[in-house]
Every structure is written in structure tokens, then in C-alpha cells.
């Protein structure tokens, strides 16, 4: 069998202990069961003394927070037992507690313990709300160098959320695909998981322009799909015409797809305030976890 490019064995999940937070660490513990993985779960939080504070009480204020830091680590490992259950016991996990923006906590701590897959959740809201609650898991994908799974509002589910021992039912995947780089690295890891869970994968493209007939756009892409991805796992290929976004958002729903695979470009820090409008949308009306794969810088 050819070579599982994508089978994480250290995996990162945030927490700000709230009901999506839950719902990721549920998540994470699947895959660390299935991938016989290490769970680092993390809370991060910045705390900012307030400037009318005198020299002593600011130093008074930091001993505190170091001195109650394992009262911390302690309280997020329970936390963590009553969202998994008894599961927690068979499972490896790192409990960290750091004082720090959430987003520079993520991306060191992924880079310090040498993370495989981040695991967050997404509110999904628009507008002002979400530029501001969407920020954190928006701008780690943005930075981040490996794998981001985003787990939203409980639309469809393809674990059981009460049973973290339980196999996941991951039986159809989607992955858009455009003919790059970064699309070839996201269909790479999509026919991974596709062989791991025995499932079957969709290759999709979309003709914005209407350029080309189906019968043609198919060849190209069976003409283009990787060797590697070939020898994974087959791949149906499927073509749609119109807005990307919306075409791919219309096929996750009407073929009851259990998982989306995309890829995102990395953008220089200056081209970095926004991604594409196709995966801005995607982060935004997603109805299914999806599993974002970055590429370039």
C-alpha cells in the first residue's frame, strides 16, 4: 500500500471552554483515537493589568497568575474529562495553560511541539461579528503551516458526539480542486482520509467563465489528478458551472457530503488582511466540517 501522507500524530486543540471549544475537543479526540495520536489541548489567555496599577501591585498581580497556573492546569484537564468521559483515560494528553494572545499561543505552541493537525471551531457569523469572533480561527489558518480542521454550530455531525471510542461515519468527501499547487496538496490529503475511512472522494471543479463542457473539464481533471492521489484511493471527478463558492456550498448539501477538504492560499503579510472570496465564504456558510490545507507563504 502506498504511503499515508497524512496521518497526524500530534494534535492541537484550543480551548476557551465554551460550547463550540466542546464540540472541537470531541472532535480531537476522535482523530487522536483513530490516529493513535498525542492530544495537546490549550487555553490561552492575555491578561492585561490595568495601567492605573502601581509597580508593587502589578508584580503582586503576576506572582498570583504564576502561583495559580497548575490550579489552572488542573481545572482545564477536569474540564476536559467531562466534555470526553472516561475515553480520556486511554488517551495521551498535554494540558497547557499559557498567558498570551490565543493566536501566538496556537501557532508556538504548534511550532514548539511540533503539531500535525489544529483542530478549532468557527462561528461562522458575518459582518462586523465576524470579523471580530471569527478572528482567532480565521487568522490561525491564515498563518498556520499545517492542517486546520474547523468545526462549526452542530449542523451535521459525522462522529458520535457522545462516544469519542466511536469509528467516525466519514463516507463521502469533497474536495474543490482548480489545478494548483494548492488544491493538489489539499486532494492529497483528502484521498488520505478517504482511504483511511473508506470512503469515497469527489474531485470538483468549477467553471466560473463556462469555458468548457463537462464532458472536457472531466478529462482535465482526470488528466491532472496526481499519481500519488491515484494510487490512494479512486476519485470521482465532478464538474459544476457558476460561483465558486456557491457551487461548492450547493454540492456539499445536495450529495449529503460528511467532510469538505479545501486549500488555502498563504499570503504575503501584506496581501494578508483578507483570503479569497471563495474561501471567506466557505469559513462563513460551511454546513459540514471542513479541513483546511494551506499552502505557499
Given at each position: 500500500m502506498e504511503?499515508i501522507s497524512?496521518e497526524?500524530k500530534?494534535i492541537?486543540?484550543?480551548?476557551d471552554?465554551g460550547?463550540l471549544?466542546?464540540?472541537?475537543l470531541k472532535?480531537?479526540?476522535?482523530g487522536?483515537v483513530q490516529?493513535?495520536?498525542?492530544?495537546?489541548v490549550?487555553?490561552?489567555?492575555?491578561?492585561?493589568v490595568?495601567?492605573?496599577?502601581?509597580?508593587d501591585?502589578?508584580e503582586?498581580v503576576?506572582k498570583?497568575?504564576r502561583r495559580?497556573r497548575q490550579?489552572?492546569?488542573?481545572y482545564?484537564?477536569?474540564?476536559v474529562?467531562?466534555?470526553?468521559g472516561?475515553v480520556?483515560?486511554?488517551l495521551?494528553?498535554?494540558?497547557r495553560?499559557?498567558?498570551?494572545?490565543?493566536v501566538?499561543?496556537?501557532?508556538?505552541?504548534t511550532e514548539?511541539e511540533k503539531?500535525?493537525?489544529i483542530?478549532?471551531g468557527?462561528?461562522?457569523?458575518?459582518?462586523?461579528?465576524?470579523?471580530?469572533?471569527g478572528s482567532?480561527?480565521?487568522r490561525?489558518?491564515?498563518k498556520?503551516?499545517i492542517p486546520?480542521?474547523?468545526?462549526?454550530?452542530k449542523?451535521r455531525?459525522?462522529i458520535?458526539?457522545?462516544?469519542p471510542?466511536?469509528k467516525?461515519r466519514?463516507?463521502r468527501?469533497?474536495?474543490?480542486?482548480?489545478?494548483?499547487?494548492?488544491a493538489?496538496?489539499?486532494l492529497e490529503?483528502a484521498?488520505?482520509?478517504?482511504?483511511?475511512f473508506n470512503?469515497?472522494?469527489?474531485?470538483?471543479y468549477?467553471?466560473?467563465r463556462g469555458?468548457?463542457?463537462?464532458?472536457e473539464?472531466?478529462?482535465?481533471?482526470?488528466?491532472?489528478?496526481p499519481?500519488?492521489?491515484k494510487?490512494?484511493?479512486?476519485?470521482?471527478?465532478?464538474v459544476?458551472f457558476?460561483?465558486?463558492a456557491?457551487?461548492?456550498?450547493?454540492?456539499?448539501?445536495?450529495?449529503?457530503?460528511?467532510?469538505l477538504?479545501?486549500g488555502a492560499e498563504r499570503r504575503s503579510f501584506?496581501?494578508?488582511?483578507?483570503?479569497?472570496?471563495?474561501t471567506?465564504?466557505l469559513?462563513?456558510?460551511s454546513?459540514?466540517?471542513?479541513l483546511v490545507v494551506?499552502?505557499?507563504k
Amino acid at each position: 500500500m502506498e504511503r499515508i501522507s497524512f496521518e497526524p500524530k500530534r494534535i492541537l486543540v484550543p480551548t476557551d471552554f465554551g460550547e463550540l471549544s466542546q464540540l472541537a475537543l470531541k472532535y480531537a479526540a476522535v482523530g487522536a483515537v483513530q490516529f493513535g495520536a498525542e492530544l495537546i489541548v490549550l487555553h490561552a489567555e492575555r491578561f492585561e493589568v490595568p495601567p492605573y496599577f502601581l509597580a508593587d501591585e502589578y508584580e503582586f498581580v503576576l506572582k498570583e497568575l504564576r502561583r495559580r497556573r497548575q490550579s489552572a492546569e488542573n481545572y482545564l484537564a477536569e474540564h476536559v474529562r467531562q466534555t470526553l468521559g472516561s475515553v480520556v483515560d486511554k488517551l495521551t494528553i498535554q494540558y497547557r495553560v499559557v498567558e498570551a494572545h490565543p493566536v501566538e499561543a496556537i501557532l508556538q505552541t504548534t511550532e514548539e511541539e511540533k503539531v500535525d493537525l489544529i483542530v478549532m471551531g468557527t462561528h461562522g457569523r458575518t459582518g462586523f461579528q465576524r470579523l471580530y469572533l471569527g478572528s482567532v480561527t480565521e487568522r490561525v489558518i491564515r498563518k498556520s503551516e499545517i492542517p486546520v480542521f474547523v468545526v462549526k454550530q452542530k449542523e451535521r455531525d459525522f462522529i458520535d458526539v457522545n462516544d469519542p471510542e466511536a469509528k467516525p461515519r466519514l463516507k463521502r468527501i469533497l474536495c474543490p480542486v482548480n489545478f494548483t499547487a494548492t488544491a493538489q496538496l489539499a486532494l492529497e490529503h483528502a484521498a488520505s482520509i478517504a482511504t483511511r475511512f473508506n470512503a469515497k472522494l469527489t474531485a470538483l471543479y468549477i467553471d466560473e467563465r463556462g469555458e468548457t463542457s463537462e464532458e472536457e473539464a472531466k478529462e482535465q481533471i482526470c488528466q491532472w489528478l496526481p499519481s500519488e492521489v491515484k494510487n490512494l484511493c479512486s476519485v470521482e471527478p465532478m464538474v459544476r458551472f457558476g460561483n465558486a463558492a456557491e457551487q461548492i456550498l450547493n454540492v456539499a448539501v445536495e450529495g449529503n457530503y460528511d467532510l469538505l477538504v479545501f486549500g488555502a492560499e498563504r499570503r504575503s503579510f501584506l496581501k494578508a488582511i483578507l483570503f479569497g472570496t471563495t474561501t471567506e465564504a466557505l469559513l462563513r456558510l460551511s454546513p459540514i466540517p471542513m479541513l483546511v490545507v494551506t499552502h505557499g507563504k
